[in-house]
């Protein structure tokens, strides 16, 4: 299925109001491949320290991530610390560690080039091009961002931006990149910058989809024990890209049924701490969660005589 | 159809980033009956000071609203002042002046005592239930509350809880209610307290609704331009009961329909200030947005070999 990733692979620290994890597997770019695996594999271009676990490397290889892009160089990995409140929608880092990952240049090995999905994990909008200058002829490009990027590094991610088939944001990320309060008059600016088709990603309550006149609004599953957030919006964009290079289908029904697999692997993903919950999830269980994604939403039409006709 | 609804009847007055409104008409049973008329009357139980204009009696009374039960009481009518910020979520009280509410004794006439359908405005609990005591046999009775009785009359509340059949709150009343923050379990202990079901409002995001074995989540209609959110809840709960006591039917998917109406009723409401938008709203418009949310929401199954089988 030729799909690439780039992005972050971290050590993990965290609090949450359920307890704490220290240097557990972290990063985008592992969430990212550890969902899109259960589709298929992903070529993962990514730096490590000297410091990092084989095992977690290990542990990648064997759901079948190609790590051929992941370097290992001298120092240590790049370390996140943060706190989420009881409500669990916002994350307070508390350190960044940029560490090796403070002069990563992605190189792609030769293999890579041919790549036809990619996902441009939230890294420097200058080095998400220079990943995207060596894809020789992409079939669809997606990338995420956030607040940091857009405050400090606009032009760059506008130039970025230009150039990408796909945004994934957030509700916050979206208002702040489009200067909209009003969502949909945000989706319609943000889609005016370049990319043809925006998720909006709104957590605990789903997502939206935006192309052309297309809009598909995606309630989330409702997971009764969220412990550990960290992670959510990688593992949707994994679900859905993993969905779509398996797929090999860009119409809009399957645009849609992407949303609800990114949606399904997010809700996975924050049940457990770290990527605990993908180590055990199985396709039976994904296919399960769809299934109950659509039930979730499921309604039929009105009849047509229950409103009054005088009014 | 029978639906009687108790409630308030309220000058407002608002400001919001996009102008401000004095003394407009406002009150839970005017939005609640306005969004109902579309389906049928409502029979009303409310009280008025003598400076109510009668011209907002008229336009009710032009929608079908039935206001036998709304009397007019020496004094001034009830009175609230709100101020909402850019994102429009949270309405800051600045006054309320209860005025004749202060001594609100909902009478009903004898006329009413038949009533099938009963929505408990947002009002004391103890006054809720005496609304209930006059009604002979209800088949549906709903209710609505707010974090002030959640706090200061829990118990009343509780009474009152234990005899309805329907909840309306919202996100943090169901938070607060239950002593949960997971919206899953927060369900589950509020279905314990007595209601057979449980909408949870979630204002922009939707609605989740709660029954036995049943979930279902209906996302909000993206409105381009919300200009006012005073009465959407009570515009929701109106569409919600005028569909179901004009369809009579309260199987599961009637309710998931009646959740759709709702949250199209609501929609419409925020448009424009005060009860505005309820005005020139038509049949077709209703019919309209709900189609476009069946779009909305539309997404069809999985294939079944998009999995790889060996994971």
Not at 152 to 163: A, F, I
Not at 214 to 223: H, K, L, M, T
Request: proline share 5%; net charge negative.
């Amino acid at each position: 299925m030729a799909l690439l990733a780039v992005g972050s692979v971290a050590l993990d620290s965290l609090e949450t109001p359920f307890g704490q994890r220290d240097e557990v597997l972290g990063g985008s770019a592992c969430y990212f491949s550890a969902a899109a695996s259960f589709f298929g594999p992903t070529r993962v271009v990514a730096v490590v320290g000297e410091d990092f676990p084989q095992a977690h490397l290990d542990f990648l290889a064997s759901r079948g991530v190609d790590l051929a892009g992941v370097v290992r160089k001298p120092g240590r990995t790049f370390r996140w610390k943060g706190r989420y409140e009881f409500d669990l929608n916002t994350a307070h880092t508390l350190d960044t560690q940029l560490n090796v990952f403070a002069d990563f240049k992605p190189d792609l090995p030769a293999a890579y080039r041919d790549s036809e999905y990619v996902f441009l994990g939230n890294i420097d909008p200058e080095l998400q091009r220079a990943v995207l200058d060596q894809v020789r002829a992409p079939r669809l490009v997606a990338c995420d961002t956030m607040n940091f990027w857009i405050t400090s590094k606009r032009e760059s991610l506008e130039k970025t931006l230009r150039r990408v088939d796909l945004l994934f944001v957030n509700d916050a990320e979206a208002r702040q990149l489009s200067g909209e309060h009003s969502i949909v008059k945000a989706a319609a600016r943000i889609l005016a910058m370049g990319p043809r088709a925006l998720v909006i990603k709104r957590g605990e309550y789903g997502a939206l989809y935006f192309s052309g006149r297309e809009v598909f609004a995606a309630s989330a599953y409702p997971v009764p024990d969220v412990f550990d957030p960290t992670g959510a919006g990688d593992s949707f964009a994994g679900g859905f890209m993993g969905y779509l290079a398996r797929a090999r289908d860009e119409s809009p029904l399957a645009m849609r049924r992407a949303v609800v697999v990114g949606s399904v692997l997010a809700s996975f993903a924050v049940e457990q701490f770290s990527l605990d919950r993908l180590r055990t999830l199985t396709a039976d269980e994904i296919r399960g969660r769809y299934a109950e994604a659509r039930q979730l939403a499921h309604f039929d039409d009105l009849e047509p005589d229950v409103l009054e006709a005088r009014r």
